[in-house]
């Protein structure tokens, strides 16, 4: 039996394996996002970026409701009807976050989710 490495393998896309948040902080459940409008319009029949687009701008809204900003976020969860759809969401959401904000990450292949979207975020932030 081997031993496992001590160190993780370099990360493939725009994310760190490991965050602390730091002692005392506040935090913030961001519940699953979908590319769904202000106005409640499902954005399905739309392109994968289209999509994209919609849902971190509704993770900036939610995060804004509490104070916070990208910049708060230590944990992002990613759920994709494709995986092959994973590089693209990856460009997208470096772009979104810079290059120096990288929050710990999962992106999760599911078969379905709700109005037929192709893409969820639901994240974590850490408020001092």
């Known amino acids: 039996m081997t031993a496992p490495s001590p160190r993780p393998a370099r990360p493939s896309g725009h994310y760190t394996q490991a965050v602390v948040v730091p002692a ?28 994209v687009a919609q849902v971190l701008a509704n993770v900036d809204a939610c ?7 990208r910049s708060h976020l230590t ?23 810079g290059p120096d904000l990288r929050p710990a990450r999962a992106v999760v292949g599911v078969d379905a ?7 969820e975020i639901e994240a974590e932030a850490a408020l001092p």
Not at 63 to 69: K, N
Not at 113 to 119: P, S, T
């Open 113 to 119: 989710l709700h109005f037929g979207v192709r893409l």
């Open 24 to 51: 005392g902080a506040r935090l913030v459940h961001v519940s699953g996002q979908l590319p769904v409008t202000p106005d409640g319009q499902a954005l399905a029949d739309r392109p994968f970026a289209e999509q």
């Open 75 to 97: 944990k992002v969860r990613v759920y994709v009807t494709d995986i092959a759809d994973w590089p693209a969401f990856d460009r997208a959401y470096a772009a979104w976050l």
């Open 63 to 69: 995060l804004a409701t509490v104070g916070a900003d």
